[in-house]
């Protein structure tokens, strides 16, 4: 079966902290790795991973993968409170030919001012 | 595009009652799934299409529970008979295939449903 595990569960901060926030998987045929950020309603996507070693950026935010070690981590430097969310790993699997995304139970974040 | 459309936004129904969650998925998507969202399971996958044939439905709950999609515009989720155990936020998502870089899988609003 599938898994896709993130730690922490839950992590308070102060604003201007920076976090990382983790997710392990263990699944057959990977295909890639997506970071979704919610809030109040649906999921938004951050990144997208599929090669080791290549961190992806978008302002504070920035993600690596490490196929060989099975997790990736997603990091928030000098944290505001539009930060607070939960944080979503989800991870692309083929399965017979078809794709499905399973997805981690999230880190909730919460910056405090 | 709109986007993925769900409906409804909420739903309180009594225990015992049938309960049918819409989807619209964005059009051109091939795939659309639907997730079932609780503070204990977080994130789960229930059940995913691929050109309208339900692929892997292993994540259904129980027998009460089935899925729909008539054609490439339009899915339905139904609970019959609806539990309290199945209150939770219920997400339509929908994706082209294969999921490209930098895209993603598209999801919809979510239906908040209360079973009391």
């Known amino acids: 079966e599938d898994k896709v595990v993130q730690s922490p569960l839950s992590l308070v901060v102060h604003e201007g902290d920076t976090v990382t926030l983790n997710c392990s998987y263990e699944?057959?045929?990977?295909?890639?790795l997506l970071w979704y950020k919610q809030e109040k309603k649906a999921p938004t996507f951050l990144f997208m991973l599929t090669s080791s070693g290549i961190e992806k950026k978008s302002g504070r935010l920035s993600s690596i993968l490490d196929k060989k070690e099975l997790f990736s981590i997603l990091n928030i430097t000098a944290t505001q409170t539009g930060d607070s969310a939960i944080y979503l790993c989800a991870v692309e699997v083929e399965n017979f030919g078809n794709e499905k995304l399973t997805f981690g139970t999230g880190t909730r974040l919460t910056i405090i001012p | 595009d709109a986007g993925v459309i769900q409906s409804p936004r909420h739903e309180v129904t009594e225990m015992g009652q049938e309960v049918t969650l819409r989807c619209k998925p964005i059009s051109g998507h091939d795939y659309l799934f639907w997730y079932r969202q609780t503070m204990m399971r977080g994130l789960e996958l229930l059940i995913y299409?691929?050109?309208?044939?339900?692929?892997?439905d292993s994540g259904m709950p129980e027998d009460r529970f089935s899925a729909k999609m008539p054609n490439a515009s339009f899915s339905t989720l139904k609970i019959q008979p609806s539990e309290p155990r199945d209150s939770a936020v219920y997400f339509c998502?929908?994706?082209?295939?294969?999921?490209?870089?930098?895209?993603?899988?598209?999801f919809g609003q979510g239906t908040r449903l209360t079973v009391v």
């Open positions: 998502a929908s994706s082209k295939r294969p999921l490209v870089p930098n895209t993603e899988a598209f």
């Open positions: 699944v057959t045929n990977f295909r890639s």
């Open positions: 299409f691929n050109n309208n044939v339900p692929i892997d």
